[in-house]
């Protein structure tokens, strides 16, 4: 049972550690995403493992700088094999469309607002709209400037769907199967509900890697979306 709609995050400070979470894991699970901590830390040896043992990298650095900059690491993630990776949509217009125009790359998802702002922390920084606007508005430019798709919050997925159609590409942290922890999160929603909402992919963290039986954890969020 190899269901691609689930990508298990990496979260640990060890090498050692995600390696033993792709080995127990890699037999139902086929992308798993690093992030800036463990990629900080161990640079492409970290992707290489990943991709080692024939599964999949989501490289979760979330690219913000001048467009030539981050044309070139997209090229960079192409080489090293990375299956998709994130850019930042506020880089703005040309920085998103000169990712996407660079040659055998990896698949390019746009991170909108993080989830850990709100309307407070958007007034700060000059932006008046509310966080659901502003969401939608970069959705849409990440769309229209030729992006593979999204990162967004299991709330906007249903929003976001409507923005920018069926086949761009949705993927939705922030889950928590029924009845686990929910951590510092605070708008959950059960892998079922994200998937049935319309998430391409669901990224699950600490449900599955801090779980006693993390193969076991990941089974049960897979038969839940089955
Ligand atoms: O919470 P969990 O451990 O499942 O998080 C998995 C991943 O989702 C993290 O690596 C983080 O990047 C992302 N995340 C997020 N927004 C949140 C919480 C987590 O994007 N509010």
Redesign the pocket.
Known sequence: MKNNKLIV?L?VDDIKEAESLVDGLQSIVSIF?I?SRLFTAYGPEVIKMVNGKGCRVFL?LKYHDIPTVIADSVRMAGRHDVFALTLHTLGGREMLERSVSVESRPLLWGVTV???MNNEDLKTMGVNRDVGEEVLSLAGLARSAGMDGV?C?AREIEAIRKEVGGQFMVVT????PAGSAE????RVMTPKQAITKGATYI????????ADNPHEAAENILREIE
């Open positions: 995050a979260d995403k992030g979760d993080l989830t850990s990162v919050s942290p922030g889950i928590r951590d510092e999160q605070k990224v699950v963290g600490r449900p599955v890697i801090k």
